[in-house]
């Protein structure tokens, strides 16, 4: 059974552009989660799609965004990059069916702001 | 604030002998409980879990404890293995579909298993 995929692996931007993360989720999951881990600042929870729907957000501005398609894969956008988004990014995804079922993490996208 | 804390940046154990990791938390809600393992440039892998309505959980060499009391929890790794070097993840959620909420995590420790 394959895990969860990110890509890419690594991503280089400058100030200002924009960068997307895509997040492919194990099969029969429907939840997708997203984490920042920054340097110094361990996992920090970002959002929660479940179904196509952004079911939680954490303490990030509004210019991180993203979506989930009908095949629950997610795409991670980030708007106005600044030098502090530097940081890995993991996507993560679980079966929303039932209680008590754990978060399964992708290798990350590393995305380093110039 | 630090909801959930791993006060033990650094473990160094033998090879066969029982590496214990601690995590405290500090929000009552939290009502699962889980560990992970990180090697570098990897992402964190499941090890293993455990609801509030348990004090115990047991899978192989792994196992978790509860201390809802004391809000804090402990994973016990026997025997250690040189394989079990990377760090370790304490990690927790509240709400009944916990599945489904976001994950607060501890900083980590990171475990030397020497030979």
């Known amino acids: 059974e394959a895990g969860v995929t990110q890509s890419p692996t690594h991503l280089i931007k400058t100030r200002g552009q924009q960068a997307t993360l895509r997040c492919s989720p194990i099969?029969?999951?429907?939840?997708v989660y997203w984490y920042q881990q920054a340097l110094g600042l361990g996992l920090q929870f970002l959002l929660w799609?479940?179904?196509?729907?952004?079911?939680n957000r954490g303490n990030f501005p509004p210019r991180f965004s993203g979506r989930q398609f009908p095949n629950y894969s997610s795409e991670l956008n980030v708007n106005a990059l600044e030098l502090e988004d530097s940081a890995l990014y993991l996507c993560?995804?679980?079966?929303?069916?039932?209680?008590?079922?754990?978060?399964?993490f992708g290798d990350g996208t590393r995305l380093s702001i110039l | 604030d630090q909801q959930v804390k791993q006060n033990s940046p650094s473990l160094s154990v033998q090879e066969g002998r029982i590496s214990i990791l601690n995590c405290d938390y500090t929000?009552?809600?939290?009502?699962?409980f889980l560990w992970y393992k990180k090697y570098p440039a990897e992402g964190p892998t499941f090890l293993i879990s455990?609801?509030?309505?348990?004090d115990k959980n047991e899978d192989g060499r792994f196992t978790v404890f509860l201390n809802k009391s004391a809000k804090h929890l402990s994973l016990h790794i026997v025997p250690s293995q040189p394989g079990d070097s990377a760090v370790y993840f304490c990690a927790a959620s509240a709400g009944a579909k916990a599945a489904g909420n976001k994950l607060t995590f501890g900083g980590g420790t990171r475990v030397l298993v020497k030979p």
């Open positions: 929000n009552s809600m939290f009502d699962y």
């Open positions: 799609y479940d179904e196509g729907e952004e079911r």
């Open positions: 099969s029969g999951h429907t939840s």
């Open positions: 455990i609801s509030s309505i348990k």
């Open positions: 993560a995804s679980s079966s929303g069916q039932s209680y008590g079922q754990p978060q399964h």
